[in-house]
């Protein structure tokens, strides 16, 4: 399978733990994206990569929240001390590069449910 | 910023009947791209079809049509001959092309189909 795939696909965790994430983008895509989608709503943009370089970062994305690529492929995203607030569906995405006035799809990974008790 | 509003949040359909899903967004740019994407109960999310902003001619792919309307802002999907496979959340997104633009993504907040047979 050479889709983006991501793990694990469930994590249940309480309050005030600590969780990473791990998303494994199609190997020859240099763009990586995380969403955060909560139940019942739209995804909405966390951070995103162009190799290993983190290029922007949310709102959204508080200090307890941390993305790294270390070496432009697979990416990690960690929450700190997690919060209920923090549940939802975390997804990532991947793409090539992009040319200003253009677009290159993002094919998303199956996503990441966290639950936080 | 950008928004994008889906006022349905759910919609039925009889299998083999047509179903049109709305969807309006709101930019000051000139150079973006529409999307609608699909995602299946526990399943991860593809894209249906696109739309680029400079193109006149409404996109179609197989049983999926857009009706886009750029003036007023509206991006609507019409599914033809709906399939019991179709079931699924749908999103409208959109995505700024142009200047310094990183193919961040921004989503409505859905639209649940549910075909009958």
């Known amino acids: 399978d050479t889709g983006v795939s991501q793990n694990p696909r469930h994590k249940i965790t309480k309050r005030g733990q600590n969780v990473t994430f791990r998303c494994d983008p199609i190997?020859?895509?240099?763009?990586l994206y995380w969403y955060r989608q909560t139940l019942g709503q739209g995804p909405e943009f966390l951070t995103y990569?162009?190799?290993?370089?983190?290029?922007?970062k949310s709102r959204l994305l508080s200090d307890r929240f941390s993305a790294e690529r270390p070496k432009g492929s697979f990416s990690t995203l960690e929450i700190q001390r997690t919060e209920q607030g923090d549940s939802a569906m975390y997804l990532c995405a991947s793409s090539l590069s992009i040319l200003s006035g253009s677009y290159n799809e993002q094919f998303f990974g199956p996503g990441t449910r966290l639950t936080v008790l | 910023a950008q928004t994008v509003t889906q006022s349905q949040p759910e919609m039925s359909v009889q299998e083999a009947e047509t179903v049109t899903l709305s969807c309006t967004y709101d930019t000051s740019e000139s150079n973006y791209y529409l999307f609608w994407y699909k995602q299946p109960p526990s399943r991860q999310m593809i894209l249906v079809i696109r739309q680029e902003a400079y193109k006149q001619q409404n996109a179609t792919e197989n049983r999926f049509s857009v009706n886009f309307q750029k003036a007023a802002k509206s991006f609507s999907l019409k599914i033809s001959d709906s399939q019991l496979g179709d079931t699924a959340m749908y999103f409208c997104?959109?995505?700024?092309?142009?200047?310094?633009?990183?193919?961040?993504?921004?989503f409505g907040q859905g639209t649940i189909l549910t075909v009958h047979p």
């Open positions: 997104a959109f995505v700024n092309a142009g200047g310094t633009s990183y193919g961040k993504l921004t």
């Open positions: 190997s020859e895509h240099n763009r």
């Open positions: 990569f162009q190799n290993e370089a983190q290029l922007e």
